[in-house]
């Protein structure tokens, strides 16, 4: 399966229903965001000090089945420079139990909260990614490369005695890489650095996992609460709202008489949702963003549901016609100022720019596919 890459995510503005409903504003600018993979480098050494701490042979902590009890911690402003005053220092690792809640699986992905927990006496902050390693052997030692960094940096998070904040973390599945490259070996779970901590944890999860130069798990920031992915009654994942997306469209390709983009999905929500089939797109233009010609063909079959963790993408294939081989008379070619969106299933949609020309009759000059995962 391939690593995540740099993504670009493109803001868009949330739009309702059909027809004249859901059209961009007059003027209003399109922000931008930035979602970026890297890999920390914290912790590519295992701790130098205390032989229990970060090794098999002494965990610091121990997973469990069910995310613990606790709160959900609080965000916390941080002023511009600094801390602000009056907030708690951060959590040191001694502080806290690290444990691995409920999860979901995709496609060769599964999907875990990493669980914090503060067990100290007095209030702690944490803010931002943590070091997540897997490690075998009685020593400890550590498996592959550390986990990737995926998405922004969130806010700081506070956690009074007993409240919990978790990371999603998704760990691929090593029998889907290439055998060479991945060099499988057995681990026995994770060396997990808090966020600001020199001192590791160690949480056990027997697996298979990668020894080569590669990275099979990927860290999101942060957040409050244990994040239970599944829930108690281990229901699906609900669909995802246009308000939990971000759309945009990818690079295109061109081929005789059309070109080839992929319309891009992204997960901006705070927990795992799900598309599936055929999203409807079609022209808009003015400040009204009124459509213009008809809605885009579905090709192909529905598709099977994608579950998308935070910050994870699906896309959906969209074909374009060249408006100029149609001809002027069949088409009556028009300016257009981009797409509407709606995501499968849903009635608001997005608007995303793209400034063409495109045809005013009614001759079909978009196809579009169904949702299908990024990975395949």
């Keep these: 399966m391939p690593a995540l890459a740099l993504v670009s ?5 949330a739009l309702t229903a059909c027809g004249a409903a859901g059209e961009p504003a007059s003027g209003s600018p399109v922000a931008r965001s930035t979602v970026t993979t890297s890999t920390p480098t914290s912790t590519s050494v295992a ?138 070996t057995e681990v026995r779970g994770f060396r997990v650095y808090p966020p600001g901590s020199e ?58 008489g059309s070109s080839y983009q992929p319309l891009v999905f992204t997960n901006t929500g705070e927990s795992v949702c799900a598309l599936q089939g055929f999203p409807a797109v079609a022209h808009v233009a003015g400040d009204d963003g009124h459509q213009v010609g008809p809605d885009a063909e579905e090709v192909g079959p529905p598709g099977e549901r994608v579950e998308l963790a935070p910050g ?21 070619p028009v300016e257009v100022r981009g797409l509407r969106v709606h995501p499968p299933g849903e009635d608001a949609a997005a608007y995303v720019p793209r400034p063409e020309r495109a045809c005013a009759g009614d001759v079909v000059t978009l196809r579009i596919g169904a949702v299908t995962s990024d990975s395949d």
């Design 47 to 184: 701790p130098t000090t205390g032989a229990a701490v970060g090794t098999p042979s002494g965990p610091a902590a121990t997973s469990t089945t069910t995310s613990p009890p606790g709160r959900p911690g609080v965000i916390v402003p941080i002023a511009p420079g600094g801390d602000a005053a009056g907030v708690p220092p951060v959590c040191p690792t001694s502080s806290l139990s690290i444990t691995l809640g409920r999860g979901e699986g995709t496609t060769g992905t599964v999907y875990r909260p990493l669980v914090f927990t503060n067990t100290g006496s007095s209030a702690c902050r944490l803010r931002g990614f943590a070091g997540v390693s897997h490690v075998a052997g009685d020593d400890g030692h550590q498996v592959g490369r550390a986990g990737a960094w995926v998405g922004p940096r969130g806010d700081a998070v506070e956690l009074a005695p007993g409240d919990t904040a978790h990371a999603i973390i998704s760990v691929t599945n090593a029998d889907l890489v290439d055998r060479d490259a991945c060099r499988p």
């Design 199 to 256: 001192g590791a944890a160690y949480v056990p999860s027997p697996g298979v996992s990668c020894s080569g130069e590669l990275s099979t798990i990927r860290v999101r920031t942060i957040v409050p609460g244990p994040g239970d992915l599944s829930g108690d009654t281990g229901v699906t994942a609900p669909h995802c709202a246009t308000t939990a997306l971000s759309v945009r469209l990818g690079e295109a390709e061109g081929a005789a």
């Design 9 to 13: 995510l493109t803001g868009l503005a």
């Design 312 to 332: 994870d993408s699906a896309h959906a294939t969209l074909r374009t016609s060249d408006t100029g081989a149609l001809g002027s008379d069949r088409c009556d």
